[in-house]
């Protein structure tokens, strides 16, 4: 069965700093993979998907994430931090067979000035 | 932004009453979802819909049935609604297995 580790339920960096959230994914199949961000008391907006093209995928608001099979990860970078980027961050696999996602339990990542 | 919206936006509602959720999406796409999310679990899907009158259950649908008589609407009710089921719930839609677009969810509180 498909499932997703988030490593870090918390997160917090400095404005400019790097942001890196981790993210390993365990799928019997090649796997879709994607990052969802949310905004306080809204809905899950999606910021990049893996679907077996590139494994380096570029997203919204300089994202970019990375698709290694032999480490059977998908972590989520940016180079440089924004107060605005302060938000939950889902790392979600494509699992069942009628392409319901399986999520991670979500990073918070915190912007300090 | 996916034409998906969720009624209501709030509700509060006391233990062993009915609760229906509604999604409706202008988009016309085939597959439509309900997830709840609370703390420390992500998202978890209650049920999902193929098609008209298609539909199966999630990880997590005891306690919740699912009607979709329209391509456009999926409705979610709590049969008898209980204080482990406050949480926030999202619809999704999908036209096929990749990307799925999330509405802006309804926050669900039972008293």
């Known amino acids: 069965a498909q499932s997703v580790t988030q490593l870090g339920s918390h997160v917090s960096v400095s404005e400019g700093a790097l942001v890196l959230l981790r993210c390993n994914y365990s799928s019997s199949v090649p796997p879709y993979l994607f990052w969802y961000v949310q905004y306080p008391n809204q809905g899950l907006q999606l910021l990049l998907k893996?679907?077996?093209?590139?494994?380096l995928v570029k997203g919204i608001n300089g994202f970019e994430a990375e698709f290694k099979k032999s480490e059977t990860s998908f972590h989520l970078t940016k180079p440089s931090a924004h107060m605005s980027d302060a938000a939950e961050y889902f790392c979600?696999?494509?699992?069942?067979?009628?392409?319901?996602?399986?999520f991670g339990k979500g990073t918070k990542l915190s912007v300090k000035p | 932004d996916a034409g998906i919206t969720q009624s209501p936006r709030h509700k509060v509602t006391e233990t062993g009453t009915p609760v229906t959720l509604r999604c409706h999406q202008t988009e016309n796409h085939r597959y439509m979802y309900w997830y709840r999310q609370d703390p420390g679990h992500g998202l978890r899907l209650i049920h999902y819909s193929y098609g008209v009158k298609d539909t199966d259950k999630g990880e997590v649908s005891d306690g919740y049935s699912v009607s979709r008589s329209k391509t456009e609407d999926f409705l979610l009710t709590l049969e008898s609604a209980t204080s482990s089921q406050t949480s926030v719930y999202f619809c999704?839609?999908?036209?096929?297995?990749?990307?799925?677009?999330f509405g802006p969810g309804t926050r669900l509180t039972v008293l």
């Open positions: 893996y679907t077996s093209a590139a494994t």
């Open positions: 979600a696999v494509s699992g069942g067979s009628q392409g319901n996602l399986i």
């Open positions: 999704a839609i999908s036209a096929g297995k990749v990307s799925q677009f």
